[in-house]
Each structure stands twice: as structure tokens, then as C-alpha cells.
């Protein structure tokens, strides 16, 4: 039987969440804000008797401080000011306490349970109309494709578990794929949410054709998935035709990939670079013992449907792909970056069917810190831009950095190695995700593909990891890889794509049962691993798992066949040759146009006379706003590896540039990480953008004290539709960046990822988002000791400007401040900008900087006032000093610039002759003072005041847009 | 006397603060092993083989149903006798963030009476969310983990439910005669803390609390995340450079309590 058991606090204890709730609904616009209190529902089943649900309530499932609980069936009473929600998952969707509970009722010697799942009630007091709480339902409450309203609580299912015929009865699904004309072929395609385009099928009709039968559908499954963009990367592997201007000679690039992106790295063949491109993230040397992981991936379409479940399996991903780089890598530290559509954008003026990117941004930021935190990897950096282009398409990024023994990079498959599944369950969750995520979004994506959408269990993901980690060092298994797009499909194929596998699909464990046996090869539930096993150390690696109460099952064998053979109870359902799945994709030719766009140059006021408005209109403006916020609901000093932490100074509030943590606690050797992203840049030139962020990305670690010797990016893209020449154009161009850029920086790419499709149907009118590259670096630091903040340290000491200001206005926060786009985005000066990071190394390791900060977005005017308020000092500024080259002399030019390769130092008088001998030949200038008196004051060119505003109130006008 | 201290350190599935607690013991010359719940259950490790027991922050079972319930749970139903001989025996042991949860919902503390029975509660913060940040802390007992820490220290904390808040009045007064309550929140200048200096509204800004021997700690500050200079959240504008930060203390006195009374 089931019983239902409702949890609710003690009147008179504060009801955050419910609070938390309540504020949430007054944000949908309602003039009062209503009380809600929120009752935790169990539904318990199992042959329990009515003192075991007692024992059951007291002891586990209420804090009896603070909390009561009932389990008899009344209705709840409702009136016109007193409001009855009840959400519960879908069936099929993970109930993360589930599994918990479960073991908690076990654990009090209640052996009748069988099944839990929950559900939360929501008594919402105020006056409200039946469509406001109808809004309040589907906009705060929950989200329909995950979730639904109890229709009436008391009545109690019959079970828990999921109705499914059996399994082992069925029939083997064979697609008439031999006898289909183009039209037909296009429509199997379609109909089977397989993303293949015509030639695609036709290369397989034929491969068919010699096998002399049809397919069955997991066969085309299998076949789709690993063909998909998102795991063969279609647009940058295969051939383009490149024009600039619809009439210019057209270039033909063989594999956008190897022609920037990896001729980077062969031809700068630094030796510290262990492993590129071809493991789950790039590898390069840390110390004697040890190298380091970096990747960072996207998990874009599934956070615009659903932003915490989208984000949380987000970075779950990404951690798996640490677990599954080499050998498994110990996950350090999380970096994320997101694009949102500012959170104050009006709901009439969204695409219809966007969730609203206040949403969004809660659901993402709730999803990065649920998996985070309880894997206990601290969120170290990370970066969110705002634009209106992201209303029906956010971007998330997530990455990771890991952690691997030396020699532990290596991994080989063997003939006659075991395939074990370890970790979560399959269910039927996340079908199609890799497909789907090579298609574009549409106003009914939501319905469509909402078996795409997920949660993570990050508990389970760290059991994985700890019972992982015990059986490298026992050198159990031969390699490994993770289940993420594709599944055991995707991972299987990977892993056996030299020896063969066999497979018997229904050993995998199940969550319900039902599943048909392409669901089961093609799901892509989470917290799953696939790793080959020498059959010696079978037993041995399944004790280990035991002991950590995770899952490990032997599925089949990598059988030395060279083909794809799976199995369902005994009967054989795919046999496919591993040489057609992975070399018979046909070579596609894409168009790509690049045509400069025609932009409006910029129309500066009259007026320079005051421009504190200016930089408090800088300050507050999203991009720039403090995410203090957000930092502080991560945890950022888990592992205690951190050294530069996110938020520095003296009230712990200044936003560092670059991360620095250690990378083992016993040593002072570490690892900084930052991102360069500016997608305005972009819309001036991606070349410009690409080189760009390269160098923000690098000068950010520089700031920290990192050396350019040893730093390494990785790259990703994420673009419209790549089979739309005007997209692919501007993606070809910004890769041409990326190999300008990073040749001359001496940075090579050790990993990456592209996400194409960023595009949202609506009404049909199909909506880019603008082309948008991420650079994130990676450095290792000597002696983490050694690091400089931005914070400025004491009164007295001299401001110098380091590098070279110019008449780069284009893609700034102040012209957009302005309502203007603007023309001239910055440029680098490679060659310049090598010379000043050097000297800047030379200096840091000489300690003679008190305090470092890179100028980005808002220029120099922003990133002295983050220094001073960081500090708690003041400042005098004199513009005319700063170094500066360009037509126009002005001061909002000096200001607000944001001209790359640029750097604010603080400097102790004791160490001003050292230095300038440092920076000889670099454009270096004292420009001011650090002041004990709270005033940040810069002068104009001709001396007048054009700046004067105290560092509380500058700091205020910076905390508030997103506190 | 024993020059050979042992720790164990605990750990289950969701336990995530185990390396850099077992760092600080060791680093300080303890021998330590990290250990899984279910080897203490299934008796291949033995409790009353080590002299100091840690139980590490983190998310044990997810902080399913609430934070530490689950493995309270285990440790009472099934640890409870090794525990009590544990205490008996003079040993020591420390409860950081989840750990603390943990030792409050299995009722070891405050372990009033030496009955266990849960007298005291860490709830959701009044902010109603997770944050992390850094608090200073004014010490004020006789512990055995304080010796010699007068005055105030500075760590962060770290989480979602670290709002103390004691069964009744009576208990409140019981811990606060017996001098059980080792830190308070406190404002940078020592005095009254409110939100954030407070991060999460406990009862007389308490945050952490110690048994009636004055040897079973638990705190929702992480002193192992302050246990390095370069922790520190501003170690770069300190003009006095040195190895440890003001964590490292408390894991210095529960070494030397080992050596010198067991």
C-alpha cells in the first residue's frame, strides 16, 4: 500500500522558502506579496504497518525542532484567499531524494519499502485570480516538462511504479530503408528525430544496399547519433567554401578545425602539452608527478527549456569528462559562463514560448550551484553577458579542471576487455539529446523533445568518482570513457571503435522497466560511465564499487569483431560494421559568405565637461555589475585549494581578474584560470572578437601573476546555423582569428567544442543569436604565493598605466550606454602585447606590483574604480598622462576605450626605478595616486575635474543591479 | 601518553570536505585515515583504534530529506555504542559544517546528560540560500579543541542550513551555563553581528558548540579552509606573512590534547 505523509514546519519558525517563494510571485508583477508556506509531500510504499510510518516520520523524515508531520488524508481546505498547489515530478523524471530515502527508511530496519516519491504543496494566502495562480503555477511553481499539479491529493495512486509491459517480449523494428525514394528518405530521417540530411541517408541506404538487408532502427540510431554534429562536429571537420563579399574569390578550406584551431598547436608544439584534442579534455604537465584537464562544454538547448535541470546536467557533463579523461582526472575546480538576456527585459517583448531570462538566469545559477557543491568542486570564475540576442537561446558554459597522474593520460582498449556500465541507472530521460541539439529550436521544442530535459544527482556522480579514483589506483580497469550525448551508444562506439563490441542491452540496470532496447543504447540518463576491464580484474573492480554503494555491470565485451553487435534477450538487433559507422560519413561541402557588416559609425556628445554619470551608467550596467550574488551561492573554497579567490579586498567584494587555486594542498605550485568572451565585438568583426578575447583571456592571467609561457585555451564556439552561408561565414572568420591570435600569443588549444543551431524559430522568422566565441585559459603558476590582486594595498603608493589607450570605442559598454554599436572594436598589437606580458612576469616575480588589474569592459575608467572601491582607497586620476594614440583626443575616449593589452599597477615609490627599467619600450605612465581619503577624482586633459564621486557610493551603484 | 595520534576521518557518499581535513591533521603530524561509513558498520575498522574522530563537511546522501539526517541516522542506529565508548574513553572528536549537522541530529550534541537524544538543530538560513563567506568568529569556552585562542578568528563558511537553533530556552541556558557554546558570530570589530556577520540568523549568533567534556566539537565555520595563509581571503594586502591561518589552531590543540592525555 501507499502512504502519504505531509512535512511541514512548526508555526512560528521562519518559512524561507516559502519566503523565498513569495518573492518570486511578487516579481510576476502582483501588488501584494502573498504568504506561502510549503509542505513536503512523501509518498511512501511498501508493506508498512502504521507504526513503522510513525517511526518512519519521527525519526526521519522531521526534524522535531522545528518540524511536524501527518499522514492522515483530509483535504486541504481552501478558500478565495487561501490557495492549494501541488507539483510533482513527471513519471520517468529522477525524484533526487528518492534514492535517499529509501535508504534512510532501510537504514531504521523497515525492510517494506519499495518505492518513495515526492511532491511539494504550496498554500499560497493572498488575493489572487484563478489566472494569476495559474501563472504563478506554470512561471514559479514548476515547469511542464518536468513536472505537473496534483489534480487531487487525496487520492492516492494504486502504485508508484511505472506501468510497462514486459520487456521481453518484442519485436525487432526493421526500417524499410532499401525501398525509399529521396522524398521517403528525407522523411525517415525526419520522422525518427534522426537530424541525418539527404546525402547522409543516402550513404547509408547504400551501405545497406551491399549488406544486402534493411536496417533496424537502432542500427540508424547508432548511425545518427555518432554522425550528429555534436559528436562529429561536422562544420569544422568537413569541407567549406569560404567567400568575403558574395563576389570575392571563393577559398576552399579542407577542415576549418585543422586549418586554426589544431595548426595552432602543431605548429607551436610546445612540450608541455600531453594530450590534445582527441580525450574527453586536453591535458598538459603540472608539476614532476602530476598534469592537469581542462574542458569546457555547452549545454545550451536543454537550459532554455529547462535552466536548472539544463545547467545541472551541464556541469555534471563536464565533470564526467574529467572522470573520463585519460585514466579518470580528479576534478579541482569549475569555471562557468553564461549568456542571458538582461533580467529586466520586458515579457512582451520575448519570443513566445522563451521562459522570461530572469528565469533562466535562477534556474542556471540554482542548477551550477546544486551539482557543484555537492560534488564539493568549487566554482572558482566564471563571467555573464547580457544581451536582448539571448532572449530565446541562452548560452551556458560550463567547464572543469582535473587533476591526473602522470602516465595515467593513457588509456587503450584491448580485445577481449569487459564493458562495464557504472554509476546511474538507464532510464528512458534524454532520448534524442544528441540529435536534438543539431537542430534548431522551435516554439514547440518544449513538447517535442522534452525527453531531452534532465536532473542531475550529483551524490551519485561523487560516488562514481570516489569508487573511480580507488580503482585507477589499482590500475583495475584499461580505459574509460562517459556516457553523455549518445549514451552507451556514443560511449560504446568511442571505446570499441578498433576491437568491436558485442553488447546484451538488457543486462543494463534499469530505473522502471519497459525500456525497448534502442532506448536503453541511445538514453542519455546521467552519472554513467562505461570503462573496459581486463577480465583478471573483473572481481575486483566490482568489490570496489560495492564498497561505495555504486552500480558496476558487465555488459558485454569488446570482441575483437570490428563490428557493432548488440544483443536483447538473446536476440540479435544490430550488427554493424565499425569501420562504416565511423569513416562512411559522407563529405559534405558547406557555403559560407562573410560580408562585413555596414554599421553606423559612432556619434559621441558634445559634451566631455562631467563624465561621472558616464562611468556610474558603466558600472551599473549588467555586464560589469558586481555577480557577488551569485559568486557567494557558490562555494568557491571547497578542496581549500583556492589562493586568488573570486571576490577579493578587504571587504571581500573586488572581482578579481583570473582565479588562482593550488593544485595539491602540500605544494605552492598552482593553476589560473579565466575566460575572454565580448560578443558586441563581434557584431563589429569575429576576427577582431576572436583576438580579442584571446587576449583577455591571457592578460587576466598575466594579472594574477601567470606566465605566458605556459598558457594553454581552449575554444567554443557557438553559432547559428552552419548550413546558412551568412552564419558560417562569420564563424570561419572568427576561427582565423582564434590561429592569428594564439600562433602569436605562443598559447596553443588543447581542447574545445562547437554548439551550432543557436537559433530559435519563431513565427518564421528564424533568430540567431549572435556569433559568439568563449576563450578560456589555463595557466600554471610557479609559486601561487607570488599572486597579485586588484585591490589597491595603501596610500601613497603610485598608479601607473601599463599599455598603450586608442580611439577604440567600437562594441563598448559606453556606446552601448549610448544606444550605439560604433565602429572601430578594439585590435591587438601582438607583438607589443607579447613584450608587455613578459615584463609584467619579470615584475611579478620580482614583487614589485602592489596591486594588477587588466582594463576590459568599461575600460580604464571602470577598472580603476573597481581597484580603488575593491581597496577601500581612494584615487587621483591625471588623463592627460595616460599613454594614448589616436585622432581624437578626448576624455570619454581615454575613459571608457576598452582597448585590448591594457593594465592598471599600483606600485609602492620604493620600486618605481625598478620597474621603469622593466618596462622600457612598453607604454608606461604613472598616472596617479592612491589616496587614504575615499574620493575617486580624475582629472581631464586640461586638468579640470571630469570625474569626483566617492568609492562607497561608486561601489553601491555597482553591487545594486544584481544583488 | 601518545606520540602516534590517530584520526579517522569519515566519509560517505555526498562527504566532500574529507581531503583538506584530513590534510590538517596530517600536515600537523597526525596519522590519518579516511574511512567509509560502511567499513565502521561492517566492523573492517574498528572506532576505538584512532583517538580523534572527524566528521567533514559536505552533502552526505545529498542532504536528502535535510542536511545530515540520514547519516545522524546511521551513526545512531548503528554506531551509537562505539560512540559512547568513544566519548567515555577520553577521545576526541570534530563536527565541520555538515559534520556538525550531523552530530546535532544524531543528538551527540550537545549531548546533555550523556543521553542521545537530539536537543539542538541547524535549519535553513534565514537568507534562504546556500552562501559562502567569510565570518569572524569570537571564542568563548573551555574546549579542549580553543586552548589558547582568545579573542576573535576569521573563517568562512559555506552553506545552506547553519542556522542553529536549540529545542528550548532550557537548552539554551544549560549550554550557555555550562560554557558550551564555543563560537559566536561577531562583527569585524567583535560586536554585535547582524546579516551577513550572522550569515544565517542562529540563535544567539551561535556557530559552534561544544559537549559537556568539552572534547566533541561541532562548528559551521571550516577552519580547514583557513588553515593555510593563502586562504586567507586577503592574504595579499598582509603585511605579516606566516604558514598557517587562524584554523590551523584547532586542529594543533586536539593533536596536542592526544599527546598529552591519551
Not at chain 1, 612576469?841 to 576590459?856: R, T
Not at chain 1, 599597477?905 to 598616472?927: N, Q, R, T
Request: net charge neutral; hydrophobic share 40%; proline share 4%.
Amino acid at each position: 500500500m501507499i502512504w502519504r505523509v505531509e512535512v511541514k514546519q512548526r508555526d512560528g519558525t521562519l518559512d524561507t522558502q516559502g519566503l523565498s517563494i513569495a518573492r518570486d510571485i511578487t516579481d510576476l508583477g502582483l501588488s501584494e506579496m502573498p504568504q506561502v508556506r510549503v509542505v513536503s509531500v512523501f509518498l511512501l510504499e511498501g508493506q508498512i504497518s502504521r507504526d513503522e510510518i510513525k517511526r518512519i516520520g519521527d525519526e526521519l523524515l522531521v526534524d522535531q525542532i522545528v518540524e511536524q508531520y501527518s499522514f492522515d488524508l483530509k483535504l486541504p481546505l481552501q478558500s478565495a484567499d487561501h490557495h492549494v498547489v501541488e507539483i510533482a515530478y513527471n513519471p520517468g523524471v529522477m525524484d533526487p531524494v528518492e534514492a535517499s530515502t529509501i535508504k534512510g527508511i532501510r537504514d531504521l530496519g523497515v525492510t517494506g519499502i519499495s518505492a518513495v516519491r515526492t511532491a511539494r504543496q504550496y498554500h499560497i494566502h493572498g488575493k489572487i485570480s484563478a489566472k494569476q495562480l495559474e501563472s504563478i503555477t506554470t512561471r514559479v511553481l514548476m515547469n511542464k516538462l518536468i513536472q505537473h499539479v496534483v489534480k487531487d491529493p487525496s487520492h492516492v495512486p494504486a502504485t508508484l511504479g511505472i506501468a510497462a509491459p514486459s520487456a521481453s517480449k518484442f519485436d525487432v523494428m526493421i526500417v524499410d530503408l532499401l525501398g525509399a525514394n529521396d522524398k521517403k528518405l528525407s522523411e525517415i530521417s525526419k520522422s525518427g528525430q534522426l537530424y541525418l540530411n539527404l546525402d547522409e541517408m543516402k550513404a547509408t541506404q547504400s551501405h545497406f544496399k551491399k549488406e544486402g538487408r534493411n536496417p533496424t532502427d537502432v542500427e540508424l540510431e547508432t548511425i545518427a547519433q555518432t554522425w550528429s554534429e555534436h559528436c562529429r562536429h561536422k562544420t569544422f571537420r568537413g569541407v567549406i567554401r569560404y567567400r568575403e563579399d558574395k563576389t570575392g574569390k571563393p577559398q576552399i578550406i579542407r577542415s576549418l578545425f585543422k586549418t586554426t584551431i589544431a595548426a595552432v598547436t602543431v605548429k607551436l608544439n610546445k612540450k608541455w602539452c600531453v594530450s590534445v584534442f582527441h580525450d574527453n579534455a586536453g591535458v598538459i604537465a603540472f608539476d614532476k608527478d602530476y598534469n592537469v584537464c581542462f574542458k569546457v562544454e555547452t549545454h545550451n538547448h536543454p537550459s532554455a527549456l529547462e535552466p536548472f535541470g539544463g545547467a545541472n546536467t551541464g556541469v555534471g557533463g563536464v565533470i564526467r569528462d574529467t572522470l573520463g579523461t585519460g585514466l579518470a582526472a580528479k576534478p579541482l575546480c569549475n569555471t562557468d559562463v553564461f549568456c542571458f538576456a538582461p533580467p529586466d527585459m520586458s515579457a512582451s517583448s520575448l519570443p513566445s514560448g522563451a521562459l522570461h531570462p530572469k528565469r533562466v538566469m535562477k534556474g542556471v545559477v540554482s542548477g551550477v550551484r546544486d551539482y557543484g557543491n555537492k560534488m564539493g568542486i568549487p566554482t572558482v570564475n566564471g563571467a555573464i553577458v547580457f544581451d536582448e540576442h539571448f532572449a530565446g537561446n541562452p548560452l551556458v558554459f560550463c567547464g572543469n579542471i582535473g587533476l591526473i597522474p602522470k602516465g595515467k593520460e593513457i588509456k587503450r582498449v584491448s580485445k577481449g576487455d569487459l564493458i562495464v556500465a557504472v554509476g546511474g541507472r538507464t532510464g528512458r530521460d534524454g532520448i534524442h539529446g544528441a540529435t536534438f541539439s543539431s537542430g534548431e529550436l522551435t516554439g514547440d521544442s518544449q513538447t517535442v523533445s522534452s525527453g531531452a530535459v534532465q536532473i542531475g544527482n550529483p551524490i551519485e556522480e561523487k560516488k562514481v568518482q570516489d569508487a573511480l579514483l580507488k580503482a585507477r589506483e589499482a590500475g583495475l580497469y584499461s580505459a574509460i570513457t562517459d556516457c553523455g550525448a549518445g549514451g552507451f551508444s556514443s560511449a560504446v562506439g568511442e571505446m570499441g571503435e578498433k576491437t568491436g563490441a558485442r553488447v546484451d542491452l538488457d543486462r543494463a540496470p534499469l530505473k522502471y522497466q519497459g525500456l525497448k532496447y534502442h532506448e536503453i543504447w541511445i538514453s542519455e540518463s546521467q552519472e554513467r560511465m562505461v570503462m573496459s576491464v581486463p577480465p583478471v580484474h573483473i572481481e575486483a573492480l566490482l568489490k570496489v564499487f560495492a564498497d561505495e554503494n555504486v552500480e558496476a555491470t558487465v555488459l558485454g565485451e569488446f570482441d575483437g569483431s570490428g563490428r557493432l553487435q548488440l544483443f536483447f534477450h538473446g536476440q540479435q538487433v544490430a550488427d554493424l560494421d565499425m569501420r562504416f559507422i565511423h569513416d562512411g560519413l559522407p563529405k559534405t561541402i558547406k557555403e559560407a559568405v562573410y560580408q562585413k557588416p555596414v554599421l553606423k559609425k559612432e556619434n559621441l556628445p558634445k559634451s566631455n565637461q562631467d563624465l561621472t554619470e558616464s562611468l556610474c551608467s558603466a558600472l551599473s550596467h549588467y555586464n560589469v555589475a558586481s555577480k557577488e550574488s551569485i559568486i557567494r551561492v557558490y562555494d568557491h573554497e571547497v578542496q581549500g585549494t583556492s589562493v586568488v579567490k573570486p571576490l577579493v579586498g578587504p571587504s571581500t567584494d573586488g572581482p578579481s581578474d583570473a582565479a588562482v587555486i593550488r593544485g595539491r594542498l602540500d605544494s605552492k605550485r598552482g593553476i589560473a584560470v579565466s575566460n575572454g568572451i565580448n560578443v558586441r565585438y563581434g557584431m563589429i568583426d569575429p576576427l577582431g572578437m576572436a583576438a580579442s578575447c584571446i587576449d583577455e583571456a591571457i592578460r587576466q592571467i598575466i594579472a594574477v601573476g601567470g606566465s605566458l609561457e605556459r598558457i594553454a585555451l581552449l575554444d567554443n564556439f557557438c553559432w547559428g546555423n552552419p548550413d546558412k552561408p551568412d552564419r558560417l561565414g562569420s564563424l570561419v572568420r572568427c576561427a582565423q582569428g582564434c590561429y592569428k591570435a594564439a600562433l602569436a600569443f605562443g598559447t596553443p588549444f588543447i581542447s574545445g567544442k562547437d554548439s551550432l543551431y543557436n537559433e530559435y524559430t519563431h513565427k518564421g522568422k528564424s533568430l540567431a543569436i549572435p556569433g559568439t566565441i568563449l576563450i578560456s585559459a589555463i595557466g600554471i603558476v610557479d609559486d601561487v604565493g607570488k599572486s597579485v590582486t586588484m585591490d589597491l594595498k595603501k596610500a601613497g603608493n603610485s598608479i601607473y598605466a601599463i599599455g598603450t589607450t586608442f580611439d577604440e570605442l567600437g562594441g563598448s559598454i559606453y556606446l552601448e550606454n549610448l544606444g550605439q554599436l560604433g565602429t572601430n572594436a578594439p585590435q591587438v598589437n601582438f607583438k607589443m602585447a607579447v613584450k608587455t606580458y613578459k615584463a609584467i612576469e619579470k615584475a611579478n616575480k620580482a614583487g614589485l606590483i602592489a596591486s594588477l588589474h587588466d582594463c576590459s569592459e568599461g575600460g580604464a575608467a571602470v577598472a580603476l574604480a573597481e581597484m580603488a572601491f575593491a581597496g577601500g582607497l581612494g584615487a587621483t586620476v591625471l588623463l592627460k598622462k595616460l599613454p594614448y594614440k589616436g585622432k581624437q583626443r578626448r576624455e570619454d575616449i581615454l575613459l571608457f576605450s576598452e582597448s585590448n593589452s591594457r593594465f592598471l599597477a599600483e606600485v609602492s615609490p620604493v620600486h618605481e626605478k625598478a620597474l621603469a627599467k622593466i618596462f622600457k619600450g612598453i607604454a608606461f605612465a604613472k598616472i596617479g595616486t592612491v589616496e587614504a581619503s575615499p574620493e575617486f577624482v580624475v582629472y581631464g586633459l586640461h586638468d579640470q575635474p571630469v570625474i569626483n564621486a566617492r568609492i562607497d557610493e561608486l561601489k553601491e551603484i555597482w553591487k545594486s543591479p544584481l544583488k | 601518553m601518545s606520540s602516534n595520534v590517530k584520526v579517522i576521518v569519515i566519509r560517505t557518499a555526498g562527504t566532500n570536505c574529507n581531503e583538506e581535513t584530513a590534510f590538517a591533521f596530517s600536515r600537523l603530524g597526525a596519522h590519518v585515515e579516511q574511512v567509509h561509513i560502511n567499513a565502521l558498520i561492517a566492523g573492517t575498522k574498528k572506532l576505538g583504534d584512532y583517538h580523534i574522530l572527524a566528521l567533514p563537511g559536505g552533502f552526505s546522501y545529498g542532504d536528502d530529506i535535510a542536511s545530515g539526517r540520514i547519516l545522524a541516522n546511521e551513526l545512531r542506529l548503528k554506531l551509537a555504542e562505539d560512540i559512547k565508548r568513544f566519548i567515555r574513553d577520553g577521545k576526541l572528536i570534530i563536527g565541520i559544517c555538515n559534520g556538525f549537522q550531523i552530530l546535532a541530529k544524531a543528538g551527540i550534541l550537545p549531548g546533555l546528560g550523556w543521553k542521545i537524544g537530539q536537543e539542538a538543530t541547524l535549519f535553513y538560513n534565514d537568507s534562504a540560500k546556500f552562501e559562502a563567506r567569510w565570518v569572524h568568529l569570537k571564542v568563548e569556552s573551555r574546549s579542549i579543541w580553543t586552548k589558547g585562542m582568545a579573542g576573535q578568528i576569521y573563517l568562512p563558511v559555506a552553506h545552506g542550513e547553519g542556522k542553529f537553533i536549540p529545542r528550548d530556552k532550557k537548552v539554551l541556558d544549560t549550554l550557555t551555563g555550562n560554557g558550551q557554546i564555543v563560537f559566536r558570530y561577531c562583527s569585524l570589530d567583535g560586536g554585535k553581528p547582524v546579516y551577513p556577520d550572522n550569515p544565517n540568523g542562529a540563535t544567539d549568533d551561535i556557530a559552534g558548540i561544544c559537549d559537556t567534556t568539552g572534547r566533541v566539537l561541532g562548528l559551521m565555520p571550516h577552519p580547514e579552509r583557513h588553515f593555510l595563509f593563502e586562504q586567507h581571503p586577503f592574504w595579499t594586502r598582509l603585511t605579516q606573512k606566516s604558514e598557517f591561518g587562524d584554523g590551523a589552531k584547532i586542529f594543533e590543540n586536539g593533536i596536542n590534547y592526544v599527546k598529552e592525555n591519551l
